[in-house]
C-alpha cells in the first residue's frame, strides 16, 4: 500500500515559515508601539510631578528665574510629547501593515492546509476502496472455492 505524499509540501512548509517570520515582524512592531506608549506615559509622568513641585514652590514669593526655568523645560516636554505622538502614529501605521502581511500569510497558509486535508481524505477514501476491494475479491474467491469443492464432493459421493 502506498503512502500518502503530499506534492505541495514544502511550499506549504515555505508558507508556515513565511507566516512565521510575519508573527516575529508584526510582534516588533506592537513592541515599537507599546515602547512608545510607555514613553509618553513617561513624559507625561515628568509632567505631573514637575507641576507637583511647582505648586509646592509657588507658595509665598514669586520667583521669575525658577517659572522661566519651569516654562522651558514645560516647552522642551511639549516637544518630546508631540514628536513622540508622531513617532507613535508611524509605529502604528507600520504595525498596521505588518498585521495585514501577518494575516495574509496566515490565510495562504491555511489555504495549503486545506488543500492537504482534502487530499488526505481523498487518499484515505481511495484506501479504504481499495482495502473493500480487496476483501470483496477475497470473499469471492472463498465462495466460488467452497462451492466448488461442494461440486466435487457431491459428485464424489
Do not use: C, P, W
Not at 515582524?25 to 509632567?47: C, E
Amino acid at each position: 500500500m502506498k503512502k500518502f505524499r503530499f506534492r505541495l509540501e514544502r511550499i506549504l512548509q515555505l508558507k508556515s515559515h513565511a507566516e512565521k517570520e510575519k508573527q516575529k515582524n508584526y510582534g516588533l512592531a506592537v513592541s515599537k508601539v507599546v515602547d512608545q506608549q510607555t514613553a509618553l506615559a513617561g513624559i507625561d509622568d515628568s509632567r505631573r510631578s514637575l507641576q507637583d513641585t511647582q505648586r509646592q514652590r509657588l507658595s509665598g514669593a514669586l520667583d521669575t528665574s525658577m517659572m522661566s526655568v519651569f516654562s522651558r523645560y514645560y516647552l522642551l516636554l511639549k516637544k518630546k510629547e508631540i514628536g513622540g505622538r508622531e513617532l507613535l502614529k508611524a509605529y502604528e501605521k507600520e504595525q498596521e501593515k505588518k498585521r495585514i502581511e501577518l494575516v495574509e500569510a496566515t490565510r495562504e497558509k491555511k489555504t495549503y492546509e486545506k488543500l492537504k486535508e482534502r487530499k488526505f481524505e481523498a487518499y484515505n477514501k481511495e484506501t479504504e476502496l481499495s482495502i473493500q476491494k480487496e476483501q470483496d475479491e477475497m470473499a469471492s474467491q472463498m465462495l466460488q472455492y467452497k462451492r466448488s469443492s461442494r461440486e466435487l464432493s457431491g459428485a464424489s459421493g
